[in-house]
């Protein structure tokens, strides 16, 4: 058995009433996409603090799709409160220079076939133009290592 | 206790028969898996939700001391109660229990690369193990249920839930938006296959309905708010006044001049606003029409009596809802077989009430115009095709067969024909679709009968037009026939009825209300259709009747009598158990800073306490576990990491993050 | 044993029967469920996945068996048939046989140490004897329960298993026993079986080689089947051309069985699903009358299977014979083109109706032990099906699933739910309901 770590990684964090249910509903209909897609049932994703996505980069994940239940959600604060969460995580992951388009937040239902097909789609083929996430941590590493040196 | 003890995890990867060892390689990812710190087994099984399967776990907690399990299988929602109750059985808590979904989520969906199935199994297998290191064992939280149940909807599915839950030895309050019981089923005059009186078969039901101690019955009210939790709903109704009394009643309605369409007859006939839709309703008093009232005063006795609505709010607590509220039949878009623009296009439920106001022995007529030649056509509504037929206001086709119609229209069909031996009759057919318990008798009484059917294709629909000018009849049906090759025959008819479908209901907001969800043919969704048929995603709120999907008279009260066994056993024992997927706070590092009573949106949830300690005010949240409902807003707002939902914890989805994302090269190297 | 005292007696341990049993015994209510198989299971264990969400079929049955076995207040009799039913107040006396197992069930692990050693092979009915199994076996691989049961009329005794069996389970000594249970009331639960294909001359009266029933292809598609895959039994080849015969013993005059089978249009078109996964080059053709797929969610999978290539045509066939290389010639009018054509297939699968387990056409079963009347079609009769459509003429005796008439998994489920709903009110209303309840383990 040999393992694939030349695929850059998905991470799908998925509402048990929205996105992993509606990932169950693509597999009943057989549908393929790709298997580089690592789906985790949440019960809401206000529970994560935008340090979380931060963490989850620096692991090795490429790419976070949070596929919630927007306002169809059993939770009141979900929409907004999700929203506002994963803005500050944009904010963070610019001063940390990691490209903002690895983290997207998309409503899907429990039947949503096609709009999960399509995130998951999307997402992998942006990957697939910008690479691994570890390099443009390494980039901005050796940048800031250039910076110092310059200034010191 | 074995859950305090360093883990002892036990692996087990499901064959699901095929379906996921036909993608992923159950073996090598067991023997890769072992490789991992306080993994004590791991083990494949072709079936581990077989009794067999379920035996060999419960035989690893006992004898091999397993005691955090991980099972890739099926999708949890399928199984997870299944192993929750075998780890039980062997005495381990039943959450120090991890399950992965290796078939909805990889099996299914990566069948064309094996290899990446199977190197994404591994890893979420591996995600499972870092989670179930970190599982705590967690007691449900235990709550009272009223032994109460709400139903909603007064027509036959509502009527028979609530009886059958009342004779359970529970309370019902049944809340019926009309001013009377019954439903659709009092629109019929017989039903089928017996041809008993339809009224007198729902007279029967809801006689023991109103006769019943524990059943309480509110006519004109509606749903307005509901909070609460399965056990422990609020509801908000509230509820129109009935606007006549026993006393005046009769006279108010004789002295009201007002009219509307009555909606009994689809608008065939008038009525009055204050009115009774037929004799023998119940509850027998009239009732104000609130909505079509001109607000007029009606002269009585020479006093001028002016009717007020005054609507009445209350709430009911009830452990359980029933929600039977029933379908609309489909109405046809102006222009659909002619519909609304020839006065000779009706639908089947028009036909059925005009052949009722028809008296025996009276000659059939359609405005005035004898009728010898009469169309049926089927499917309108139902069977649509993209492209072929006008999408709904949604902007859907109604792609689902309405299941009733073909019986149904056989049965008017039958009905005619013995009311009007020498009325020529055309069935315009897809498939004949009578398969019913004494259905098919229908189908060849009618072909006895010497009804013609044609039969036409789905995507070449018949047309129906004004006939020329001149022609005896004033209706042209023309229809490519499949039983004679093909060949486009011409019929000219009095009468075109159009067998209209059944359409899922609005229902004012009540689903976003009670968050029970439609499937894709918009009606409202069951968990599953077999596993759980009858029960909505949201604990203690059922489904019965036509709201689920269509369903005729029979069909609909097997599933409102299922809908009642599902009640009885939820609150027969006058409690219920709730998973703990709540908030808890970690009094250690909880400093009091209030930042998750400010975000959570839930009424008592959580709240700020001050507590003493070695002399000091200190504060500090607590939670109520039975108004949380485990969101986690709090989670991500507190500065101090000091909460958490239990059982999906932070800490834990940080280890499956890490392990998703680890190098799997040398574990991957060992089950080569 | 001893005589039990019950609430309710679920005879048929099928689909039916158990979720009547579950849902009784969730409320409270003291349950035995008596099955003449040694597992209960009843057909639809056999199946291979689901219409119209396609499930894997035991993991829908399996935890429902496994609930079944594991509840605290049901009794499970396997292999054991109702002898007589007599009314004793306002319930029933029954009257039960035990058939020997030759296993003590209290001693066998399942461990199948005795069927691996047996050296008789015997056609596995559950393998619609596409299969084989030993004299001695645990039925299936997901039986419940997980015992063995020797089969005394191929048996050569030969003693093999008594030596092998680790916990000296097997006793060739046994009888079969009689015992007595008191219950509230009854349900039936006792299900359907195809009708015969011998009735049927023009389509070969099962004597054509490559002309199947479709639990045989059920058993072919199933993981769990004899072969697991689809192929021709005459030969074995793996058939390219693979025709369906809808309403082969329903709709039919000559038959004396006019009533519509109601499931056959949905599990034909969900085998010709399956068959273009398992075998993507085969041709498929669907002959058919009416296509009646009237459920939830079945239009649109019988939408699906067109789109996939399914072939579909009307006409009712008139005979079927076969050739030299014993591929299957089907006789048909094509009502579309107004031909009466003859077209060769590699296999053909007869659409077969439903008709009552208790058809008197096959061995009587525990319908006749309760003497309920029956219906025209042969099915239990219920008196008033539009006001309670699970009662039966007899008072405490209900009825459900295909005992009642054709009907397809989901609504077996239903009216299962359904009859407990009726049951247990009864048992309540007569006010004889037996003491002790235990609540479930879990939920």
């Known amino acids: 058995m040999s393992v694939q770590n030349q695929q850059p990684k998905i991470l799908i964090l998925g509402t048990l009433s929205g996105g992993y249910a509606g990932a169950d509903s693509t597999g009943q209909s057989h549908l393929d996409y790709p298997a580089n897609t690592y789906i985790l049932p949440v019960m809401s994703p206000v529970m994560f603090p935008p340090e979380f996505y931060l963490r989850a980069f620096e692991r090795g994940i490429d790419g976070i799709i949070v596929m919630y239940s927007g306002t169809d959600s059993p939770y009141k604060v979900e929409a907004e409160g999700t929203a506002k969460l994963i803005n500050r995580a944009y904010q963070m992951m610019k001063e940390r220079g990691i490209d903002i388009r690895r983290l997207r937040l998309a409503a899907i239902c429990t039947v949503c076939v096609k709009p999960f097909l399509k995130e998951v789609n999307q997402m992998n083929d942006l990957l697939k133009g910008i690479g691994f996430v570890k390099d443009e941590l390494a980039g901005r590493a050796s940048a800031m290592a250039g910076k110092e040196t310059a200034h010191g | ?672 | 044993m001893d005589n039990l005292r019950i609430d309710a007696l679920i005879i048929g341990g099928g689909i039916a029967g158990m979720q009547s049993a579950l849902d009784l015994a969730d409320q409270g209510f003291q349950v035995a469920l008596v099955e003449r198989e040694p597992s209960i299971g009843g057909r639809m264990i056999t199946l291979s996945k689901v219409f119209p969400t396609l499930d894997c079929c035991s993991c829908i049955t399996t935890p429902k068996m496994s609930a079944v076995a594991h509840h605290p207040n049901i009794h499970l009799l396997t292999y054991c048939e109702v002898q007589s039913v007599r009314e004793h107040g306002t319930g029933f006396d029954i009257s039960i046989l035990q058939k020997p197992r030759y296993v003590d069930v209290s001693k066998c692990t399942g461990c199948r140490d005795c069927e691996y050693e047996c050296p008789i092979t015997v056609p596995s009915p559950f393998d619609r004897n596409l299969g084989a199994y030993r004299a001695i076996r645990v039925p299936f691989s997901t039986a419940v329960p997980q015992k063995a049961v020797l089969d005394p009329e191929y048996c050569l005794w030969c003693g093999k298993c008594e030596q092998v069996c680790p916990v000296e389970a097997i006793d060739f000594t046994q009888q079969p026993e009689t015992f007595n249970i008191e219950a509230a009331s009854i349900v039936m639960a006792t299900g359907f079986d195809l009708t015969p294909m011998e009735t049927k001359k023009e389509y070969g009266a099962g004597k054509l080689h490559n002309v199947i029933d479709p639990l045989m292809m059920e058993r072919f598609l199933a993981p769990t089947g004899p072969y697991g895959r689809v192929l021709r039994p005459g030969d074995g080849k793996e058939p390219t051309s693979i025709a369906y015969v809808q309403c082969a013993g329903s709709r039919d005059e000559t038959l004396n069985i006019t009533y519509c089978s109601r499931v056959c249009c949905m599990y034909a078109i969900k085998q010709a699903m399956l068959i273009s996964g398992a075998l993507p080059m085969a041709e498929i053709t669907i002959y058919y009358m009416d296509i009646r797929t009237f459920g939830k969610g079945y239009e649109q999978f019988y939408q699906n299977a067109k789109a996939m290539g399914v072939e579909f045509v009307r006409g009712k066939v008139a005979s079927i014979k076969e050739d030299s290389d014993q591929n299957p010639i089907v006789k048909v009018e094509m009502t579309d083109i107004g031909e009466i054509v003859e077209r060769t297939h590699d296999l053909v699968v007869l659409s077969q109706g439903i008709i009552p387990a208790s058809s008197p056409i096959l061995r009587g079963g525990s319908t006749q032990a309760v003497s309920l009347p029956l219906g025209s079609d042969g099915f239990i009769y219920v008196p008033a099906p539009d006001s309670a459509p699970c009662v039966t003429e007899r008072a405490g005796i209900f009825v459900t699933g295909t005992a009642m008439g054709p009907m397809d998994i989901v609504d077996s489920i239903i009216s299962a739910s359904a009859a407990a709903a009726e049951a247990s009110a009864y048992i309540r209303e007569n006010g004889n309901r037996v003491e002790a309840h235990k609540e479930a383990l879990y939920a």
């Open chain 2, 1 to 672: 206790m074995p859950e305090n003890q360093e883990p002892r995890i036990g692996v087990y990867v499901c064959h699901c028969g095929g379906n996921i060892s036909g993608a992923v390689q159950c073996e090598l990812i067991a023997k890769a898996l072992k490789q991992l710190p306080n993994v004590t087994i791991t083990r494949t099984d072709e079936s581990l939700c077989s009794d067999a399967g379920q035996s060999m776990i419960e035989a690893d907690i006992k004898e091999l001391g397993v005691n955090r399990v991980v099972i890739g299988a099926c999708a949890p929602m399928l199984h997870e109660q299944t192993f929750r109750g075998a780890v039980t059985r062997a005495g381990l808590n039943p959450y120090l229990y991890q399950h992965i979904g290796l078939r909805e989520q990889d099996s299914w969906v990566h069948g064309h690369d094996k290899q990446a199935a199977t190197d994404k199994a591994l890893r979420l297998m591996s995600a499972g193990v870092a989670k179930a290191r970190l599982l705590q064992p967690l007691e449900p939280i235990r709550l009272g249920a009223e032994k109460h149940a709400l139903v909603i909807g007064g027509g036959v599915a509502g009527l028979r839930s609530a009886l059958d839950i009342a004779r359970q030895g529970l309370r019902v309050s049944l809340v019926e938006r009309s001013p009377f019981l019954g439903g659709r089923m009092a629109q019929l005059e017989s039903v089928f296959p017996t041809e008993e009186e339809a009224r007198k078969l729902l007279h029967a039901l809801i006689e023991k309905v109103a006769a019943h101690p524990d059943i309480t019955i509110f006519t004109q009210a509606e749903v307005t708010g509901v909070a609460g939790y399965v056990g422990n709903f609020n509801v908000h109704v509230q509820q129109h006044t009935r606007g006549v009394t026993n006393e005046n009643a009769e006279a108010l309605m004789a002295a009201c001049s007002q009219e509307v369409p009555d909606e009994f007859n689809y608008g065939l006939t008038q009525r009055k606003v204050i009115y009774k839709p037929y004799a023998g309703c119940y509850p027998s008093t009239p009732a104000v029409d609130w909505e079509n009232y001109n607000g007029e005063p009606i002269s009585l006795n020479g006093k001028q009596v002016v009717l007020k609505d005054e609507p009445k709010a209350f709430e009911l607590n009830v452990g359980a809802v029933v929600v039977a509220t029933g379908f609309d039949p489909y109405t046809p878009p102006q222009g659909e077989y002619g519909f609304g623009e020839l006065p000779q296009v009706v639908t089947l439920p028009h036909l059925i009430r005009h052949l009722a106001l028809t008296k025996n022995g009276q000659p059939l007529q359609w405005n005035g115009r004898a009728i010898r030649d009469v169309a049926l056509i089927h499917c309108v509504g139902s069977r649509q095709v993209e492209g072929i037929h006008q999408p709904q206001a949604d902007g859907q086709v109604n792609n689902y067969c309405s299941r009733v119609c073909c019986t149904a229209t056989l049965h008017m069909t039958a009905e005619l024909h013995k009311r009007y031996p020498q009325l020529n009759i055309f069935d315009l057919h897809q498939d004949i679709r009578t398969y019913g318990r004494g259905h098919e008798e229908y189908y060849r009484r009618t072909l006895e009968d010497g009804v013609r059917f044609l039969r036409y294709n789905g995507e070449e629909l018949p047309k129906v037009s004004a006939a020329p000018k001149g022609d005896i009849h004033p209706v042209l049906v023309k229809v490519k026939d499949r039983l004679t090759y093909g060949e486009e025959i011409e019929i000219p008819v009095d009468l075109v009825v159009l067998a209209v479908g059944f359409m899922p209901r609005d229902i004012h907001g009540l689903e976003k209300m009670l968050k029970v969800s439609r499937g894709a043919d918009r009606f409202l969704l069951e968990v599953h259709p077999k596993l759980r048929p009858v029960e909505t995603a949201v604990n203690g709120i059922v489904l019965a009747g036509t709201a689920q999907g269509p369903m005729n008279i029979q069909e609909s009260l097997s599933a409102a009598s299922a809908a009642a066994a599902k009640v009885a056993s939820l609150l027969g024992r006058g409690h219920v158990e709730l998973p703990p997927f709540v908030a808890s706070v970690d009094e250690h590092k909880c400093n009091g800073t209030g930042a998750c009573v400010e975000v959570c949106l839930y009424e008592g949830a959580i709240a700020l306490q001050t507590f003493e300690e070695n002399g000091e005010q200190i504060k500090r949240a607590v939670i109520t576990p039975a108004n949380c409902v485990g969101c986690g807003a709090c989670v991500s707002a507190c500065p101090n990491q000091a909460i958490d939902v239990q059982g999906w914890t932070l800490a834990q989805y940080e280890a499956m993050v890490e392990a998703i994302g680890a190098d799997m090269s040398a574990l991957a190297e060992v089950a080569s």
